[in-house]
């Protein structure tokens, strides 16, 4: 019987030390999540600004064509402000530049914005 209360104690024990690391782990986790939320907040904000001083700088952006048929596009194209981010802006140059040589543009009516210092 003795040793049977051992082994509960042993079990409850263990039991106790897998919730610890479980609370601690979830901690760690909404913690991370938090920064996360902040993160997209802050990059929000910052998008939310480049469009603003976009349309500021270029506000025919905004007018509506003159004609009913005359087309107008406009693309934008995202890279990142630092170079931390790898080959992320070759890539994202290289496949810009592959869609636009693949399609037939009038360039008078073709308006692009890139967004990210590196990404130029």
Known sequence: MLEAIKR???SAQD???VVKTMKALAAVNIHYHARAVEAITEYHQSIEMGFQALLKEKPEILKKP???NERRMGIIVFGSQRGMAGKF???IANSFMEWEQAKA???A???IAVIGERAE
């Open 8 to 10: 509960k104690i042993e």
């Open 105 to 107: 543009f009038d360039y």
């Open 89 to 91: 802006n070759v890539m």
């Open 109 to 111: 009516q073709l308006k």
């Open 66 to 68: 003159i004609l009913r």
């Open 15 to 17: 039991l106790y030390s």
